[in-house]
């Protein structure tokens, strides 16, 4: 690993990253950007090969082929709204494949990989194996968990129980003790590894746990940032600085994307991860008559209405209807209607969700507008449409100081002259608030399928 | 060698700053691209995978360990960066040369 030619061509691959990166900022160069940081990697694994600490390579060949076939498979078969637990299963790949670099790091063996001195592991080396077994660990476990929320494998909602912090303390005061005695004398066959890493798998199921539905993006976001953090740890495990760089950017970046999804709630990391919000109390009862509309009535207020905007949530996803509001967008556009998309950060079950749902119904990008710029001119807007959507415009985060979304920024559609709501029933959202969004004078509720009803409005717009 | 741990922070903390700096400004449009474009980045441990399983030594465990790490950090590396391309590659810009701030006579297609 000391082999210059090996070294730079880490170099060029740490440039391939970061330009790679900085182009997938922008929506016209983000393509070329992903192709340059995946041309970075190739130069990094075809350098590392060619090393000459490898000397055996079938068990490579054998575990490469496998897993790119299953990567591949996986990547061109998910659905677009299942891209959520793809990134989460991705993201836990990338975790226990660094857990499992810690691992190895541990042998005298692998000579060429850890530093390991005539005298065995130093306790420099020791420490950052723990790391990155624990950071793999909890991101593996952690993703697991998330995995199983997103795909409805596992209860959806935050999950907390008493005794919950006192079990979580315990977990890491243990964790503690056995790092440190495994620091001592760190050997492959120390009980207080094993040990370490089953603390590790438990802490990530407990950390991911009571985080519920409405907050997943920012558990992946976090996840993401920890598969990053993993890597790094495992790169100071056998002195990799490839691995170091990478592993940092992409732990910076994800954090970056954390505190973007905290911020558009309102809320500290702290918050989020500790609080179970899901299971939390409720604001005010809100009282009213709400004001259904008939999908007919609704398609004549469209056709005469000037600006439109939808309003996207989670429930568009569920309901698959992207395809079918695409085309009644283009149906109000042909009419001369001014037709934008407003996505609030944090709508669906991961960071830019509803873009990508969307982008795969063919809505052009310069349409979507994001939650401060639609909000400037909702004043002018004659028709909002919000689809399977309920936290993100719920007016008691504005007004009503007892619920416990208070605060969080909104998309306030009821500054819109019409607001139509789409919504299967009357239950509430996923952060279990009642809505007064639904009472208010200018909301007409449009009840049923999501996708049935936008169809229902295609069909009354063409009569 | 005593220092190498600290060129090696040196390394972490400059790569930390890079990276908030890189990112601080993606638009929303393009965060799911942009998580999963740098997660198949982290599946940079393969490299650390390959030296743990390509290494020559008696160890069996060690060699598993790695073959084990090189198979999913395989998948990571893979399937991000083909799923992100496969995202990227359905965002387009309006066809038309009216822009969304235009409200008349949109010429889509």
Request: aromatic share 6%; with cysteine.
């Amino acid at each position: 690993m000391s082999d210059l030619p090996v070294n730079l061509a880490y170099l060029a691959a740490a440039v391939l990253f970061v330009f790679g990166l900085k182009m997938l900022g922008s929506p016209s160069a983000a393509r070329r950007g992903n192709a340059l940081s995946a041309a970075g990697m190739l130069i990094a694994v075809v350098a590392t090969l060619l090393a000459r600490d490898i000397v055996a390579f079938h068990w490579i060949a054998v575990a490469a082929v496998a897993g790119a076939v299953v990567g591949a498979l996986a990547a061109r078969l998910v659905a677009m709204t299942a891209m959520p637990e793809m990134v989460a299963l991705f993201n836990g790949s990338g975790g226990i494949a660094s857990l499992l670099v810690g691992s190895a790091a541990l042998f005298p063996a692998t000579a060429g990989v850890s530093s390991v001195d005539a005298g065995g592991i130093s306790m420099f080396t020791a420490t950052t194996i723990l790391l990155s077994v624990l950071i793999g660990g909890v991101t593996f476990s952690g993703s697991i968990v998330a995995w199983g929320k997103l795909a409805a494998v596992l209860p959806s909602g935050a999950l907390v129980f008493a005794g919950q912090r006192l079990v979580n303390g315990g977990i890491f005061a243990a964790l503690l003790v056995c790092g440190v005695f495994f620091a001592l004398a760190p050997a492959p066959d120390s009980p207080y590894f094993i040990a370490v890493l089953v603390l590790a798998l438990a802490l990530g199921v407990m950390a991911a746990v009571p985080i519920g539905g409405a907050d997943m993006p920012v558990v992946i976001s976090l996840l993401n940032s920890y598969s990053g953090l993993a890597a790094c740890a495992a790169g100071f495990a056998i002195n990799n600085n490839i691995l170091i760089v990478s592993g940092s950017l992409v732990g910076a970046a994800g954090i970056i994307l954390t505190n973007i999804m905290c911020k558009a709630m309102n809320r500290s990391l702290v918050n989020v991860l500790f609080s179970g919000f899901g299971a939390a109390k409720s604001g005010a009862k809100v009282e009213g008559e709400v004001k259904p509309i008939s999908a007919d009535d609704a398609g004549l207020i469209l056709e005469a209405a000037s600006a439109v905007t939808f309003v996207p949530g989670y429930g568009m996803a569920v309901a698959q209807a992207q395809h079918v509001v695409h085309e009644l967008g283009e149906l109000l556009e042909e009419n001369g209607c001014e037709v934008t998309y407003a996505i609030h950060p944090v709508a669906g079950r991961m960071p830019g969700h509803m873009n990508v749902l969307l982008a795969e119904a063919n809505v052009p990008y310069d349409q979507l507008v994001e939650m401060d710029d639609i909000n400037r001119r909702m004043a002018n807007v004659d028709v909002a449409v919000v689809i399977g959507a309920n936290d993100v415009v719920n007016t008691a985060a504005r007004e009503d100081d007892s619920s416990p979304i208070y605060g969080m920024p909104t998309i306030n559609v009821d500054h819109a002259r019409t607001v139509f709501v789409l919504k299967r029933s009357m239950a509430s959202g996923f952060a279990g608030v009642d809505n007064p969004l639904f009472f208010g004078a200018n909301t007409r509720m449009l009840f049923g399928d999501a996708k049935a009803s936008i169809a229902a409005l295609i069909a009354s717009l063409k009569a | 060698m005593e220092l190498l741990p600290v060129y090696l922070a040196f390394i972490l903390a400059l790569s930390i700053f890079l990276g908030f700096e890189l990112i601080s400004k993606v638009p929303a449009t393009l965060h799911t691209p942009l998580m999963s474009g740098a997660n198949a980045i982290s599946g940079i441990t393969l490299v650390g995978a390959l030296f743990a399983a390509g290494a020559e030594g008696p160890d069996w465990l060690a060699t598993a360990l790695g073959t084990t790490a090189v198979f999913f950090a395989t998948v990571n590396v893979v399937g991000g960066y083909l799923v992100t391309d496969r995202m990227l590659a359905m965002f387009r810009k309006r066809a038309g040369p009216s822009q969304s701030g235009a409200a008349s006579e949109p010429q889509d297609k």
